[in-house]
T-cell receptor, first 109, second 117 residues
């Protein structure tokens, strides 16, 4: 089973700050997905990155897939309280998706 | 278009009992995956069903089982409940089966919060 490690586990920042969360593995993934989960809800897909070196932007969120397709990062610019949640990365491992443990982000106003 | 619906939303059971959770996927989606989410272990894959067939199963004991009906609705059953089964059980649907480069988008329900006392 391929493992995905996410860091940091927890991040508490002030509104307006920038942040980056990481998703790393020793294995190569054909693609990686990023999800955000809010309390009491299921995860919601934000983006899928497929090509090594790929960068995708979603408003203030920038996602990057490593050249070797073993790691990915999520950068948030000028974080807002609405960005608060659990951020999960997921990759295909054979016939299933495996998830990292997630990064809990708290943005204080 | 309605999203993924999971029932019940909350459930309280005692050790030794059994429980059945239900998941109705998005209309047209034929794949349903189940995950267990706990604070310590994160999201752990339970199993996936596609066209009424189990495609893959995670590392869970045989007490955890599931099935999918012809209308793609799925149920998950846990027998002889243990305290450690307390978790949020999430169901996700997708158009096609996941894995093997399919890059399928998963749509999750809000989950069933199971508490075992």
């Amino acid at each position: 089973t391929q493992l995905l490690e996410q860091s940091p586990q927890f991040l508490s920042i002030q509104e307006g700050e920038n942040l980056t969360v990481y998703c790393n593995s020793s294995s190569v993934f054909s693609s990686l997905q990023w999800y955000r989960q809010e309390p009491g809800e299921g995860p919601v897909l934000l983006v899928t990155v497929v090509t090594g070196g790929e960068v995708k932007k979603l408003k203030r969120l920038t996602f990057q897939f490593g050249d070797a397709r073993k790691d990915s990062s999520l950068h948030i610019t000028a974080a807002q309280p609405g960005d608060t949640g659990l951020y999960l990365c997921a990759g295909e491992d054979g016939n299933k998706l495996v998830f990292g443990a997630g990064t809990i982000l708290r943005v204080k106003s | 278009k309605a999203g993924v619906t999971q029932t019940p939303r909350y459930l309280i059971k005692t050790r030794g009992q059994q429980v059945t959770l239900s998941c109705s996927p998005i209309s047209g989606h034929r794949s349903v995956s189940w995950y267990q989410q706990t604070p310590g272990q994160g999201l752990q894959f339970l199993f996936e069903y596609f066209s009424e067939t189990q495609r893959n199963k995670g590392n869970f004991p045989g007490r955890f089982s599931g099935r999918q009906f012809s209308n793609s609705r799925s149920e998950m059953n846990v027998s002889t409940l243990e305290l450690g089964d307390s978790a949020l059980y999430l169901c996700a649907s997708s158009l096609g089966p996941t894995g093997r480069g399919a890059n399928e988008k998963l749509f999750f329900g809000s989950g069933t919060q199971l508490s075992v006392l």
